[in-house]
């Protein structure tokens, strides 16, 4: 039988040449290491980030010698009780958590009529402009496009101009806690989009159908159907978006006008500010602290969504 | 006629021998005092402000030294914060220090010097013309050389004090600038006149510096920006503020950029404080003769003057010519009695107590 050259495609022979090649590099079964191969990058990744944890915390136990500038030699809770005695790291810390869980509540609410409306509509050109309106962002960096936003919303930007046309006077619309949080719901969008959008596609539209041929309105299909359908996108999208906002840097520092830090924020003044990286040591763990905890809580309340890889589904 | 030929040939010899030791003297001797000098870097990597800063430095000081050296110079423009612990972390781990020359605050630098990262840089030849700021108090030597002083000054848009410039920093206190006015995110620069317009004294620092906090508490309740120095001039020229507590420079940069701008002293003073350059330990013999001799370069008159004149700063050698309008102007000191309004406070202090009135100031205005 004459073999067609689309019948066995360039592609599958490449594949079998890689096979080839693995299987003599492999001893023989092998194939039984492959998965755990696989996972070694990964494996390496998380090892580097959990020896650079441990140094971090060997770090928050050393407290700075101001007349040498070095660290103790030996170990102490100093950095802590300051750390939990001071007001302003509760400041921070409220302003922080109660930013990222604003930015998170915003994002999921414009995130999903976009996701939405680009996996449903029937207009190839409208769902190719808002991928692109989509992607587009993510080849302009976080502080071009906070920059971006000083630009506009200052006090002789292009909001301010068009204000005056209708003569209002000029509005400090920047360096202000809205201004930090406008700055980051825009810079969370597109994350809140690509994570809710597979979440959406996986939601079969028979069954809306379904429901609104049994007399549901949309509005009803929308609350009784599609979004418990979509609750495990809304919670992986929720999750990674809440993460990011509250360990953010950028958007305090350049929207904030200096007066509305992060966590973040704080942990740089003190490695790079006052050389105190024992002090910033303690706030880096005490902010993967509340995080991982605000995270647990989701996951307690919600459970993993998305990032339980299907788990939930057995 | 063979005698005096002889004569003649050896005259002739001798004489060509002469020449020959004379000229191979006269050839040789630079080359062995060339080779008393270490061989040459390709380049070195100085760390330098940016915008204004580092036009000046370029001009004044680094490519006279090309010029004259053949060597390149990079300016590294990492903040002088960032830089340090990356220098910190190479001279523990005796590994290389990612710059040849850190261009510092003094009091940063200082902090450097006492944990013993800087070279000793006492026996630079131009040293001996330099004025008393040259010397950086509260350390042994030279770990540092201070190169000029600078003066944080209340910066204005006149338009916005139809009466006369700002008298005293209460005059900020005026409900029409709430929201226009800045200061350092850290309050570098405020402290000391917070504490005199608080009510308090120069000689209670740092022991008792509740005035300072009780002023800065009512500067609070204007609602300030606070930022960087790039962050200054790009605020005065958007017209976003009236007056700024920051460095002279930072309001010439304005000026000369265009902006209607003018500067003060208010009655509680003016902090005064001093830049330097250091070499951080951990390199070649090589490399640290030539970025010794950058330094020494950066002393002379003629390089101070037009590095300075780019910065409209007194530096530390004697009969520099004040940039044009800067004569007797407050931001330039020169005289004993231009020093009278100025608060200069000591290094050891400053170095010991800043994080702890950086803290405290991003308390307050935090909060």
Redesign the interface.
């Known amino acids: 039988m004459r073999r067609y050259k689309t019948s066995y495609p360039i592609s599958w022979r490449f594949m079998d040449v890689l096979e080839a090649a693995f299987a003599l590099v492999l001893p023989r079964g092998g194939g039984r290491l492959t998965p755990y191969l696989l996972l070694t990058p990964a494996v390496l990744l998380v090892g580097t980030l959990a020896v650079g944890l441990l140094y971090i915390g060997d770090s928050s136990l050393r407290v700075l010698d101001r007349s040498t500038f070095l660290f103790s030699d030996y170990w102490t809770l100093e950095n802590y009780q300051r750390a939990f005695s001071e007001s302003f790291t509760a400041t921070i810390i409220w302003r922080s958590l109660a930013g990222a869980v604003i930015v998170t509540a915003v994002t999921l609410l414009l995130a999903f009529p976009y996701a939405y409306v680009m996996v449903r509509t029937s207009s190839a050109l409208l769902r190719k402009f808002l991928l692109v309106a989509l992607f587009l962002p993510f080849f302009i960096g976080q502080v071009v496009r906070a920059y971006g936003w000083l630009i506009i919303l200052g006090n002789q930007g292009i909001v301010n101009d068009a204000l005056a046309l209708v003569g209002v006077e000029p509005l400090r619309l920047l360096f202000n806690y809205p201004a930090v949080l406008f700055g980051l719901v825009q810079y969370m969008l597109p994350f809140g989009v690509l994570m809710l959008a597979p979440a959406l596609t996986a939601i079969p539209e028979d069954i809306e159908a379904a429901a609104t041929s049994l007399g549901a309105n949309w509005v009803r299909a929308l609350f009784h159907v599609v979004l418990p359908m979509a609750r495990p996108g809304l919670i992986g999208a929720g999750v990674v978006v809440l993460t990011l906002s509250l360990t953010d840097f950028a958007m305090p520092a350049i929207l904030g006008g200096g007066s509305q830090d992060f966590v973040a924020n704080a942990i740089y003044d003190q490695f790079f500010r006052t050389s105190d990286q024992g002090f910033g040591a303690s706030l880096t763990l005490i902010l993967i602290a509340v995080g991982s905890m605000t995270v647990g809580l989701v996951f307690a309340v919600f459970g993993a969504g998305t990032l339980a890889l299907g788990a939930n589904r057995k | 006629m063979n005698f005096e030929r002889k004569l003649n040939r050896r005259s002739i010899l001798k004489a060509s021998a002469a020449v020959g030791a004379t000229g191979l003297a006269s050839v040789s001797m630079p080359a062995v005092l060339r080779a008393a000098e270490p061989d040459k870097p390709s380049e070195l990597i100085i760390r330098a402000w940016g915008g204004p800063w580092v036009e000046a430095l370029k001009n004044g000081v680094s490519d006279p030294f090309t010029e004259k050296t053949g060597i390149r110079i990079i300016h590294d423009l990492t ?1 002088d ?2 830089i ?2 990356k220098v910190w972390a190479a001279v523990a781990q005796n590994r290389t220090p990612p710059i040849h020359i850190n261009w510092d605050t003094t009091t940063n630098a200082t ?2 010097a ?3 990262v800087c070279e000793d840089l006492s026996d630079l030849s131009n040293l001996s013309g330099t004025t008393d700021l040259a010397k950086p108090v509260g350390v042994d030597g030279y770990p540092i050389v201070n190169t000029y002083g600078y003066v944080y000054v209340l910066a204005y848009r006149p338009e916005a004090f139809p009466d006369g410039p700002p008298k005293s920093y209460h005059d900020l206190l005026d409900p029409k600038f709430k ?1 226009r006015i800045a200061f350092y ?2 309050g570098i620069g405020f402290h000391f006149p917070a504490q005199v317009a608080g009510g308090g004294t120069l000689e209670d620092i740092p022991g008792n510096m509740d005035a300072c906090w009780e002023f800065v508490e009512k500067i609070k309740a204007q ?5 960087e120095d790039p ?1 200054f001039v790009t605020w005065f020229q ?3 503020i009236d007056a700024a507590c920051t460095i002279s420079t930072n309001a010439l940069g304005a000026k000369r950029s265009g902006v209607d701008i003018a500067w003060t002293v208010p009655e509680e003073g003016a902090k005064f404080d001093t830049d330097g350059l250091w070499i951080p330990k951990g390199h070649s013999e090589s490399d640290l003769y030539w970025a010794r001799e950058y330094i020494n370069s950066a002393l002379t008159q003629a390089n101070q003057q037009v590095w300075l004149d780019g910065l409209g700063l007194p530096g530390v050698v004697p009969g520099l010519t004040p940039p044009e309008g800067l004569a007797g102007d407050p931001s330039y000191p020169t005289k004993p009695e231009d020093f009278e309004r100025l608060i200069r406070i000591s290094g050891q202090i400053q ?2 107590n ?2 702890e009135w ?2 405290k100031f ?2 307050i ?3």
């Open positions: 903040e914060n960032e340090q612990p902090k450097s006492l944990r013993g929201g995110n850290d609602n300030p920006l606070l930022g962050d958007r017209g976003e170095v010991e800043e994080s950086f803290s991003k308390q205005m935090q909060g």
